[in-house]
């Protein structure tokens, strides 16, 4: 069929196709001809609009994960660096303003490079990958985690108080190197965790300020030999 006469189907009533032998009517009822050219092009336009209806559904499951994608980090499955800092601004403003607690965690994964080497570069990601799932999975609903390098993750904990966020900090060192242990099946090198805890405070304004103190504590996990998790306040680090 054409594109003009479609076009005529969808702009007429069923009275004027718009078509060579238009509807006729003998003593009040429909040639059977046309009756039955009319059943056809109904039948068409059903087909057209369900074809319509699956294209438009495609085109917004397309759009929709383009749009996943420039969020997610696809080797973990995290939030990537830029939407993760996006979110991260927004958090320490809110528990700035509303004057409530917000856990930050950075979580580096030690010893990849030797892994990488022994293992391979396949079974590395794949080790990225576990470490990620197993932060997820010790997260609740409204925690925030993103790989913000290429092994090191970081964690928003909304509405969590020192306690609540040493307590995670320590769990995940555990999980984590257990997650990557039954990935490798033990073989070694295995990777490491250290862990930097820290919270927002009222003279954070941005969250740089607040990685920066995170990253701080990393390194003194490291420092002191890895496999643990170091809290740091604001106030422990010299003015």
């Known amino acids: 069929m054409g594109n003009g006469r479609l076009l005529g189907v969808f702009l007429s009533g069923p009275e004027d196709v718009g078509m060579p032998g238009r509807l006729e009517k003998t003593g009040g ?3 059977a001809r046309d009756a039955k050219t009319l059943e056809s092009l109904r039948a068409e336009n059903a087909q057209l609009r369900e074809i319509l209806a699956i294209t438009e559904d495609n085109l917004r499951a397309s759009q929709e994960e383009v749009l996943r994608l420039s969020m997610v980090d696809t080797l973990t499955g995290v939030f990537n660096r830029r939407h993760f800092m996006d979110l991260a601004d927004q958090e320490v403003s809110r528990a700035r303003r509303y004057k409530r607690p917000l856990g930050v965690l950075v979580v580096v994964l030690d010893n990849m490079r030797a892994v990488n080497q022994a293992h391979g570069t396949e079974r590395g990601d794949a080790v990225l990958g576990v470490m990620g799932a197993a932060i997820m999975r010790a997260l609740r609903t409204a925690d925030i985690v993103g790989r913000t390098a290429g092994a090191t993750f970081a964690v928003l904990l909304p509405e969590t108080e020192r306690d609540g966020t040493v307590a995670l900090a320590e769990r995940l060192v555990l999980e984590m190197a257990q997650a990557a242990a039954d ?57």
């Open 29 to 31: 009822s429909m040639g």
């Open 183 to 239: 990935l490798l099946k033990d073989a070694p090198p295995l990777p490491t965790v250290s862990l930097g805890a820290t919270h927002v405070v009222r003279e954070d304004v941005i969250f740089d300020a607040v990685l920066r103190r995170a990253d701080e504590a990393v390194a003194r996990a490291r420092h002191a030999g890895g496999r643990q998790a170091v809290y740091l306040a604001a106030d422990d680090l010299p003015a």
